[in-house]
């Protein structure tokens, strides 16, 4: 095949990307949008086996079945809940792919020296440093979603002293290689070093601010896979990579400013820390909790005009969101206007309640976004929160000092009745007090989320 | 092409992306932003053409061929774990569809 023919065909798979970002602008069409990048995907693998000069068949394919065959099983098997760190290990292995190659251009390239040009080596110094630090962060960040280390942030004094240096020691070894330092080992101690600055840059950062860090490992990946394309002056990485490291970059931003925090607060300010000195601050709060039976609550909910359910999750933990889909059918018989709350940060990734949901068929239309239902709580008689805690909490409208004071929150607080399905009264994932709970308006209900579920479908039923 | 033009031609089409990358993403819902974090995962496991072109160097040494089939492997679990795990994410996304039988809803797990 000659290079001409490859590049065309390059270029279609480049446009099925595009074709596929572009039909996620639309749930009717974003599944079929996939399958177009996935041909795409096909097509590339299989012009660059019709390549001249392509050797070493009998290596790549059982390469191909190993790691293929581990993605799909991987991918197959996981839980809907489970999904962000799935998506955060596939994302440190192309790390690991871009950094490797890296290494091998390297070794193959400099046994003559001055071959290298300058723009080179650098692509290679970047594709080797982004991709491993996209590597083992990814790593770090699939440990924490899995509960493998522990969420909470891990901090230690000179911290960021640290990391900087060890990062500007990685750079400064990078700088020396495109200044003509060409040997091998200086590249193994750049990924090396890169590795362990990953490690160390996710450590701090607790673990409700994982997906923002997923977000940003992604587009560190897609950075380095462009930076790939450069040192094998292939156009399809080039574009493929700068179009994931560009969108990344933007998402990780809509992610930061949904929560009202800046990036920088996100990677440096090991938030959850200083919420934990909040939290036993806060403990002494006044209000008394009241708490309620499942026959109480599903009267509430059954002779409601309006109801908003705020799921959270908790609810998804506790795999409730089938049997919260049918107590909502059940309300809606009823007569019952029946909707969904979702916070732009609910579950552990952005639009992660969304997917939950869609999963036990609660049609999207269905799914309202905060700035959408925010006006309708004070005409919602009973707003229904389970497994949500943070993003309720008024503290983030009313009390400065409280560490998620300006997150947007849903107005839960206004509705006419609140009921908060939790399993006890501990702080939420970024370990601070609720304030709802203790407003004369809320009821509790405790227990599994599932279970209260359940108890409120069989109480409804026996109305 | 000299190696000059071709680099800036690849700076050319890189800043294209960028800006392609801005345009196409500022067009997506929040209420897909799971699956398009996904879907980007997926895109950029098209560094397995990179990782074949280097484990398919003629003449490779060991060392390169080890390097190169540990890419490929990889590469490869992220574009087939990336791609099927988003279709899996999207599947589950529908309109309101005719009531089934209730049965439906006492599995779990959901579809696999």
Redesign the interface.
């Known amino acids: 095949m000659s290079k001409n023919l490859t590049d065309l065909l390059y270029l279609v798979t480049i446009v099925t990307f595009i074709l596929a970002l572009r039909f996620l602008s639309s749930p009717a069409t974003a599944r079929r949008g996939n399958q177009v990048g996935a041909l795409g995907m096909v097509l590339a693998v299989a012009v660059t086996f019709a390549q001249p000069g392509m050797t070493n068949v009998w290596l790549i394919v059982p390469g191909m079945i190993l790691g293929g065959g581990f993605g799909a099983v991987a991918a197959r098997r996981v839980k809907m809940t489970a999904m962000p760190q799935m998506v955060a290990l596939f994302n440190g292995v192309g790390g690991g792919a871009a950094a490797l190659i890296s290494m091998a251009e390297f070794h193959n390239r400099i046994p003559a020296p001055g071959n290298l040009h300058v723009d080179t080596s650098i692509a290679i110094v970047l594709s080797a440093l982004i991709g491993s630090v996209s590597f083992s962060g990814s790593m770090i960040a699939f440990a924490k979603l899995q509960e493998l280390i522990q969420g909470r942030p891990i901090t230690y004094p000179g911290q960021k002293v640290g990391n900087l240096v060890l990062l500007g020691v990685a750079v400064a070894i990078g700088v020396a290689i495109c200044a003509g330092w060409e040997t091998q080992w200086a590249l193994v101690a750049l990924i090396g070093l890169s590795l362990l600055f990953g490690v160390l840059f996710v450590l701090p950062i607790g673990g409700a601010d994982m997906p923002v860090v997923i977000s940003l490992l992604n587009a560190f990946t897609g950075l380095a896979v462009a930076a790939t394309g450069f040192e094998l002056e292939n156009n399809v990485l080039i574009v493929s990579g700068m179009l994931v490291g560009a969108s990344g970059t933007f998402l990780t931003l809509m992610m930061g400013r949904a929560m009202n925090r800046s990036i920088a607060n996100v990677l440096f300010g090991a938030f959850g820390q200083v919420s934990e000195q909040a939290a036993t601050t806060a403990a002494t709060g006044t209000g008394t909790v009241r708490s309620a039976s499942a026959d109480d609550v599903a009267i509430m909910l059954a002779y409601a005009q309006r109801v908003i359910i705020v799921p959270g999750y908790g609810m998804a933990v506790a795999q409730a969101q089938h049997d919260v889909r049918q107590l909502a059918d059940l309300l809606e018989a009823r007569g019952v206007k029946v909707d969904y709350a979702i916070h732009p940060v609910a579950g552990r990734m952005p639009g992660h309640m969304n997917v939950l949901l869609a999963e036990a068929n609660v049609p999207y239309t269905q799914l309202k976004e905060m700035d959408e239902i925010n006006p309708s709580f004070p005409q919602t008689d009973v707003a229904l929160v389970i497994g949500a805690n943070d993003v309720t909490n008024p503290a983030a409208r009313t009390n400065p000092a409280s560490p998620i004071y300006g997150m947007p929150i849903l107005d839960v607080d206004k509705a006419k009745a609140i009921v908060v399905l939790k399993r006890s009264m501990n702080p939420g994932f970024a370990g601070i007090d609720n304030e709802l709970y203790t407003e004369p308006q809320t009821v509790m209900l405790f227990g599994d989320a599932k279970d209260s579920v359940l108890n409120l479908i069989a109480a409804v039923k026996a109305l | 092409m000299n190696?000059g033009t071709?680099?800036v031609f690849?700076v050319t089409?890189?800043v294209l992306?960028?800006?392609?990358?801005?345009e196409?993403?500022?067009?997506?819902?929040?209420?897909?932003?799971?699956?398009?974090?996904?879907?980007?995962?997926?895109?950029?496991?098209?560094?397995?053409?990179?990782?074949?072109?280097?484990?398919?160097?003629?003449h490779?040494d060991t060392?390169?061929?080890v390097?190169?089939?540990?890419?490929?492997?990889?590469?490869?679990?992220?574009?087939?774990?990336?791609?099927?795990?988003?279709?899996?994410?999207?599947?589950?996304?529908?309109?309101?569809?005719p009531p089934k039988p209730?049965s439906?809803?006492?599995?779990?797990?959901?579809?696999?």
């Open positions: 190696h071709l680099l690849e089409i890189l992306a960028i800006f392609l990358g801005f196409v993403i500022s067009k997506v819902p929040t209420l897909l932003h799971t699956p398009l974090m996904s879907g980007t995962n997926a895109i950029h496991g098209i560094v397995i053409v990179g990782a074949m072109l280097v484990a398919g160097t003629p490779a060392a390169t061929k390097i190169g089939f540990a890419a490929v492997v990889l590469a490869s679990a992220n574009v087939v774990g990336g791609f099927v795990v988003t279709d899996r994410m999207l599947e589950m996304f529908k309109k309101r569809e209730a439906d809803d006492s599995d779990p797990t959901g579809p696999a």
